[in-house]
């Protein structure tokens, strides 16, 4: 009796592993309600971000940074995110001007696929200190919150390209390379790549993200210099980026006269050469927290807190309160002078009457008595 092929034994339908390649075979479409399509890759978005915020609260907690304040700042920075990763995608494709431009509903299609999320850094961070002055909480406190969150949030936005099929590798006979055979993904769409065996791109940046995750677990722990996650992490991206694009099959660009790299290695190039001088910067400014102290507050100058209506009438009753034994005191002080002085007036007065009484007895002469008149 002959054994059963690997490739029979692990066939879902959606999804078959060798040998020798991984197929998929995945509609990036999950269902239609009516004219919508929802789609694999938005859903991918909206777990991930749901499930970043949820691991980042305790870090967040332990930084001092409010829940009140993580909601204000998770809708500014979601839309940053959106807006600053979906304008870079575009402005990167050879079609921008043809197809873009001359259809601009497509600019803001994100649902058909297409994030750079170098965009949605340099759009967040901006957004990021923007919110932090505003919550007059340390700006670097809350980048390394912020990236906390884009890597667990990464990992959920790299399945959705995985079965999306927008990341496509270089042509390649790995045993690990994927094969998309589903009519409406991109590879069979857009790249004309249906049945070919391509390096698995998106696969290769969403285990980098899981280790990376790890690493910025490990060192959330252990940093108490605000501003060093952030830099972890962006050293991290910009040179997995730069390795990982040399497996993606994307358009070499002409840049000051060489024709080598991809356009997202040239911003690996430049981010790491101004991450240099930052990195000297940050450790220059930013001071490790002390024990006791709210990393999010430390040596942040606070607003003075304003007064409430209510406050002001608490104040003003107090006021009244302590005004009312200081009126009544003084009225019986004034009553009992007022008595005393009459008195005095009165006992003055009797004083000279009784002592002209007096003086008139001693000067009255003696009446001579009776018998010696008669005498």
Not at 15 to 40: E, F, K, Q, T
Not at 58 to 73: L, Q, S
Not at 205 to 220: D, P
Request: aromatic letters at 12%; proline letters at 6%.
């Amino acid at each position: 009796m002959g054994t059963l092929p690997l490739a029979d034994l692990i066939n879902w339908g959606w999804i078959r592993i060798g040998p020798p390649y991984i197929y998929l075979n995945i509609d990036p479409v999950l269902l239609h309600l009516g004219p919508l399509a929802i789609r694999w890759y938005g859903l991918m978005y909206v777990v991930g971000i749901l499930i970043a915020l949820w691991s980042i609260r305790g870090y967040c907690k332990r930084k001092g940074i409010t829940e009140d304040v993580v909601y204000r700042v998770l809708w500014w920075c979601i839309a940053a995110g959106v807006i600053g990763g979906r304008l870079y995608f575009v402005i990167q494709q050879p079609n921008f001007v043809d197809y873009y431009l001359r259809n601009p509903i497509h600019i803001i299609a994100t649902w058909e696929g297409g994030m750079a999320f170098f965009g949605a850094i340099f759009l967040g961070i901006a957004t990021m200190i923007w919110r932090a002055r505003k919550e007059h909480i340390n700006p670097l406190v809350l980048i390394d919150a912020g990236v906390l969150f884009a890597t667990v949030g990464q990992i959920f936005g790299r399945i959705g390209n995985i079965i999306n099929g927008d990341i496509i590798g270089y042509q390649s006979t790995l045993p690990w390379s994927t094969v998309y055979v589903h009519p409406d993904s991109w590879a069979c769409a857009s790249y004309n790549l249906c049945g070919v065996p391509v390096e698995p791109a998106a696969l290769y940046e969403m285990l980098t993200n899981i280790v990376l995750l790890g690493v910025m677990l490990y060192c959330a722990r252990k940093f108490r210099r605000p501003g060093m996650l952030m830099l972890v992490y962006l050293y991290a991206y910009v040179i997995t980026q730069f390795l990982i694009f040399f497996t993606r099959d994307n358009i070499i660009v002409d840049f000051l006269g060489t024709h080598v790299l991809k356009q997202a290695q040239w911003t690996s190039v430049i981010l790491f050469i101004v991450l240099l001088p930052m990195t000297y910067w940050i450790i220059r400014i930013s001071k490790p927290v002390p024990d006791g102290e709210l990393a999010s507050t430390y040596g942040i100058p606070q607003p003075e807190p304003k007064q409430t209506a209510t406050d002001s009438e608490s104040i003003e009753n107090t006021n009244e309160i302590d005004e009312e034994p200081e009126v009544a005191v003084d009225n019986d002080e004034v009553s009992v002078l007022s008595e005393q002085e009459s008195v005095e007036e009165q006992e003055a007065s009797i004083k000279p009457a009784m002592e002209e009484g007096e003086g008139a007895e001693a000067h009255e002469p003696e009446q001579p008595s009776s018998s010696t008149a008669q005498a």
